[in-house]
Nanobody, 118 residues
Framework: QVQLVESGGGLVQAGGFLRLSCAPS????????MGWFRQAPGKQRELVAQ???????NYAAMVRGRFTISRDNAKNTVFLQMNSLKTEDTDVYFC????????????WGQGTQVTVSS
């Protein structure tokens, strides 16, 4: 079973930056959308940013202008550059890869903790 391996989380002061990376442990074919979600304890997982195979991006309003998502299609890797971090960005961040053939299927990473201190 292919897994998504995330890295780059950690502790940073407000106003600082972090860069998250996510790569699969094996081959994944027919990747459509890659993205990042975040989840606080007891709350629903929510979209942070997505990027399609042709490079179209979509951001949650709360991070637009501060976060940038990008992908390396050759390596099936997705990145999230997080600038001007706020304390409210503290969450567990999950990588997501969605394939569209032969069926729609979602791969999820194990989650990486991002903590922003004041």
């Amino acid at each position: 079973q292919v897994q998504l391996v995330e890295s780059g989380g950690g502790l940073v002061q407000a106003g600082g930056f972090l860069r998250l990376s996510c790569a699969p442990s094996g081959s994944i074919f027919s990747i459509n959308v890659m993205g990042w979600f975040r989840q606080a304890p007891g709350k629903q997982r929510e979209l942070v940013a997505q990027i399609t195979s042709c490079g179209r991006t979509n951001y949650a309003a709360m991070v637009r202008g501060r976060f940038t998502i990008s992908r390396d299609n050759a390596k099936n890797t997705v990145f999230l550059q997080m600038n001007s971090l706020k304390t409210e960005d503290t969450d567990v961040y999950f990588c997501n890869v969605r394939t569209n053939y032969p069926t729609v299927y979602d791969y999820w990473g194990q989650g990486t903790q991002v903590t922003v201190s004041s």
